[in-house]
């Protein structure tokens, strides 16, 4: 079992900050020693895409080209949470955003992620 929620969404305007949390919980989560969280997002009409990821430790980290200098992804591991900082947000990144589990490793296939959250809509108004 692996519960994944993600909250933090919300309407701002183009420049703002947001910053997203996902809580994670289950049997899941217990029974591996480390495991990755990723973030992705799908806009309407269109494909969802990655966004960012982030190991256990925190020392490794991946970004999509898109959100880089913008976007910091960390994680309280005592809390069972993860978070995206988002900054001077854009139209363009309106969507809704998704936590999503991962067993080991970094990666932008979301092909490669487990469980997932059911998402928190980020709208930006220009």
């Known amino acids: 079992q692996a519960h994944l929620v993600e909250s933090g969404g919300g309407l701002v305007q183009t420049g703002a900050s947001l910053r997203l949390s996902c809580a994670h919980s289950?049997?899941?989560?217990?029974?591996?020693?480390?495991?990755?969280i990723g973030w992705f997002r799908r806009a309407p009409e269109k494909e969802r895409e990655f966004v960012a990821a982030i190991t256990w430790s925190g020392e490794a980290t991946d970004y999509a080209d898109s959100v880089k200098g913008r976007f910091i992804i960390s994680r309280d591991n005592a809390k069972n949470t993860a978070y995206l900082q988002m900054s001077s947000l854009k139209p363009e990144d309106a969507a809704v955003y998704y936590c999503?589990?991962?067993?080991?490793?970094?990666?932008?296939?979301?092909?490669?992620?487990?469980?997932w959250g059911q998402g928190t809509q980020v709208t930006v108004s220009s």
């Open positions: 999503a589990f991962r067993r080991r490793g970094l990666g932008p296939s979301p092909l490669g992620y487990d469980h």
């Open positions: 289950g049997r899941t989560f217990g029974s591996y020693a480390s495991y990755t």
